[in-house]
């Protein structure tokens, strides 16, 4: 009686046998996602915190770059009829205190955050269309520093590096022509423009060098009603992007601004001062502000480097001191 039943009491085993093989499979699978998934992620220095260095996108001068609905990026180079896509990054912000993160995640130096700076708020709601300006390149540092970064810059929201929480960066962006130093490798001044988001991703122009004593010119103008031209000027050559995206309709925040990362003391700075000279920003019709009422430190960093300061000398004219 036995008999008729051992087909299927193989076919019981044969059943349990594959599903063991199977699970052993997902296991498998499942470890190398684990180890992909704890991969170490690289975080580098922008104009307004740290950010995944695959978000990060350096793009040729000229480049047209807009920032679809899925949060990711369309650049259109110089030259080039296609345009290239690349896909959302949503990888963690990483800006205010690095320290606080994953043990996995690896970091340039201590970020020292905005150091010194002044805002100006839009008085009307469509805010500002244009934002203009010179400043001064200083001597170098005595002491190399990670990057020090000195740009004018607009924002959709008055948030802050280090000072505001991290989660009300959320549909945050920022547009600025930038005077940093180093240079990558290169201990010299140089200039980029940047476009950064905290939620998805970052273009910068190449760079093009700053010689100490020269003064660079910062533009950023509304060219579209939701598109703005960002350039960056030094001894006359210019390198720039264009910027397209829902959030860039209204630019309610000005900024000028010291930022510091690797910054120990006094040493890390230069000796002279920072000039921002001829500032002009444009109310959405286009007409010039007369009175730009510049706050000094509204949000102040509670840690200095050195004794740095920022100086409003006039609606036009903003002097970073830091502190040597």
């Known amino acids: 009686d036995a008999t008729p039943m051992l087909p299927a009491l193989m076919s019981s085993v044969q059943v349990l046998i594959l599903a063991a093989i199977c699970l052993a499979e997902v296991a498998e699978s499942n470890s190398n996602n684990v180890g992909s998934l704890s991969r170490k992620i690289e975080y580098v220095p922008t104009p307004v915190g740290y950010r995944p260095k695959e978000c990060v996108h350096e793009v040729p001068s000229g480049t047209e770059v807009q920032l679809n609905e899925h949060l990711g990026l369309t650049l259109k180079y110089p030259g080039s009829a296609e345009p290239v896509d690349i896909s959302s990054c949503r990888q963690s912000i990483g800006v205010s205190l690095p320290e606080k993160k994953h043990s996995n ?37 005595t002491r190399v520093p990670a990057v020090l970064y000195i740009f004018t810059g607009l924002q959709n929201k008055d948030w802050i590096p280090k000072v505001d929480p991290e989660q009300d960066a959320m549909g945050f962006d920022i547009i600025q022509p930038v005077l940093q130093y180093p240079c990558g ?34 533009n950023m103008t509304k060219i579209g009603a939701e598109e703005w031209y960002v350039g960056s000027t030094a001894m006359g050559k210019t390198t720039f992007i264009k910027i ?19 910054v120990k003391g006094c040493e890390y700075y230069p000796t002279k001062d920072c000039s921002f000279t001829s500032l002009a920003l444009y109310d959405n019709e286009g007409k010039q502000l007369e009175d730009v009422d510049w706050q000094i430190n509204p949000k102040p960093n509670p840690h200095l480097e050195c004794r740095e300061a920022v100086k409003v000398l006039s609606s036009s004219s903003v002097e970073i001191d830091f502190g040597n």
Do not use: M
């Open 185 to 218: 490798s290169k201990k010299e001044w140089c200039v980029r423009s940047w476009y950064v988001t905290l939620d998805s991703q970052v273009a910068v122009s190449e760079p093009v060098q700053a010689p100490v004593g020269s003064s660079i010119f910062g």
């Open 244 to 262: 397209k995206s829902e959030r860039l309709a209204k630019q309610l925040w000005a900024y000028n601004t010291l930022e510091g990362y690797g």
């Open 105 to 141: 995640i690896t970091f340039p130096e201590n970020y020292n955050g905005w150091l010194a700076y002044t805002a100006f708020h839009s008085s009307t709601s469509s805010g500002f269309s244009a934002f203009l300006g010179n400043f001064s390149v200083p001597n170098d540092p």
